[in-house]
């Protein structure tokens, strides 16, 4: 009976390992533990690629941050590193693979071609290829590795402006309104919180004259308290220094009868100095229009820079990252100008009481400067302004002017057409136009140095 029992195990046996049915079953485990390989490497690429576009899309928003900030600003590399962190703290803030990529974040600042470089990489585990550990020693890498740059182009150039502005006697009633332009400008080109900015704005409100301040003493040689006019002379239309009128060529500027209050303002970068110098304008006299535009363009000549504060000093025409822009604004004719003749002091007087000349006369010199009145497109101040502008863009300053008032055809009017460059004319007949305008000119000329 056992013997029996024996030989009938081994039948069994012997069937079993001739039948090959049964081979399937090792062969199909061997299968599904390949497949889940295959499936699982497939997930840890996807999330590696996932991983990677997350990378690049921060990577991307990152540069184009800083490059935005560049465009306005000059910032240190410690400030463009802490920019670049910032952005992707923000964008990468639920990565796995944060830390990893911040540490191997790199940059590199191109000033001459503005231009900047930024990169970096990182790691992920692979879940799934790591089988049991096993595979992991075997088949594939602990890690996939990722990585991905960036190269986007910023302004490389500075902006200086003149903002020249009328602040005569028929602006009383839209002070306001001219400040709020005024401040429109500022706000667009020197934006709240703005430090060490890529734009310089100088403020030159006239009237019958400019009110220098303190800077009136040096400019006239003494002849002034404060308040300039316009040169004599062969440098009558130039940016030639004020120094020129030191050596008594008769070249320099003089006083005027009087002026307004409002302080010219040389060239800043700053939010806070501007907005308290357009605060307080003031409106006061005729419309010397002509002395105003030159004084505009003094703040942006070069010889004038040992007049300004060092931080006000005008760059080089020959800078070629530095862009130069003047905007002039009026609301009617230009009315005033001014001649200077040799006279008696009794000739002078007599003058003047008889209405030939109005003005007064200057006291211990025989030559004076007489201020004429006269109106329209064709009259002295008018000529004068449309002269200086002329120089102005000969030295590469664009032009942008505004006229207040419904009057598209006047004397006033004319003369701002006469002097913007092709397409930078804006006349404006409400208080919404102006600042409509002020606003667009800062827009256009923040579109120019950022696409440049």
């Not at 703290?89 to 974040?105: C, K, P, Y």
């Not at 050596?247 to 800043?268: A, H, K, V």
């Amino acid at each position: 009976m056992k013997t029996h029992q024996i030989q009938l195990s081994l039948d069994l046996l012997r069937r079993l390992l001739m039948d090959r049915k049964g081979a399937i079953v090792p062969l199909f485990g061997i299968m599904v533990i390949l497949l889940i390989v295959i499936a699982g490497a497939a997930v840890d690429v996807s999330r590696t690629v996932n991983a990677r576009e997350k990378l690049s899309y921060a990577l991307d928003a990152a540069a184009l941050s800083v490059a935005a900030e560049l465009s306005t600003t000059i910032m240190t590399n410690d400030e463009v590193e802490q920019a670049l962190s910032a952005s992707f703290q923000v964008n990468l803030s639920e990565a796995g693979f944060l830390d990893d990529a911040l540490t191997n974040l790199d940059f590199e600042v191109d000033s001459e071609q503005g231009i900047i470089f930024v990169s970096s990489h990182a790691t992920l585990d692979n879940y799934f290829i790591d089988f049991g550990g096993y595979l992991m020693e075997n088949l594939g890498p602990e890690t996939f590795a990722f990585g991905t740059n960036s190269q986007v182009s910023y302004s490389r150039y500075n902006v200086e402006m003149a903002l020249v502005v009328d602040v005569t006697g028929s602006m009383s009633d839209e002070i306001n309104d001219l400040k709020d332009a005024s401040e429109a400008v500022v706000d667009i080109l020197i934006p709240d919180g703005t430090i060490d900015g890529k734009v310089e704005i100088s403020l030159v409100p006239y009237s019958v004259g400019v009110n220098l301040g303190d800077y009136a003493e040096i400019a006239t040689a003494n002849l002034s308290s404060r308040c300039a006019t316009e040169r004599d002379g062969y440098e009558k239309y130039s940016d030639a220094s004020y120094s020129v009128e030191a050596m008594g060529d008769g070249s320099g500027t003089f006083r005027s009868q009087n002026c307004s209050d409002s302080e010219i303002q040389p060239l800043t970068d700053s939010r806070t100095v501007l907005m308290d110098s357009i605060n307080a304008l003031e409106t006061d006299g005729y419309t010397a229009g002509h002395t105003g535009i030159g004084w505009g363009w003094y703040t942006l000549a070069p010889d004038w820079d040992n007049l300004w504060p060092m931080d006000s000093a005008p760059a080089p025409y020959t800078d070629d990252e530095v862009l130069k822009f003047a905007l002039i604004m009026t609301d009617g004719d230009f009315n005033t100008h001014y001649e200077q003749e040799t006279l008696t002091e009794s000739q002078c007087n007599t003058k003047v009481s008889n209405d030939e000349y109005t003005g007064s006369c200057l006291s211990g010199t025989n030559d004076y400067w007489i201020e004429y009145s006269e109106w329209g497109f064709y009259g002295e101040s008018s000529q004068r302004a449309i002269t200086l502008c002329d120089e102005m863009r000969a030295r590469d300053i664009e032009i942008y002017t505004v006229f207040f008032g419904s009057n598209n055809d006047s004397g006033g009017a004319m003369v701002m057409q006469a002097c913007a460059d092709d397409g930078n004319y804006y006349q404006a007949s409400s208080s919404s136009d102006l600042v409509g305008a002020f606003a667009n000119i800062a827009k256009k000329i923040q579109q120019i140095y950022l696409s440049k």
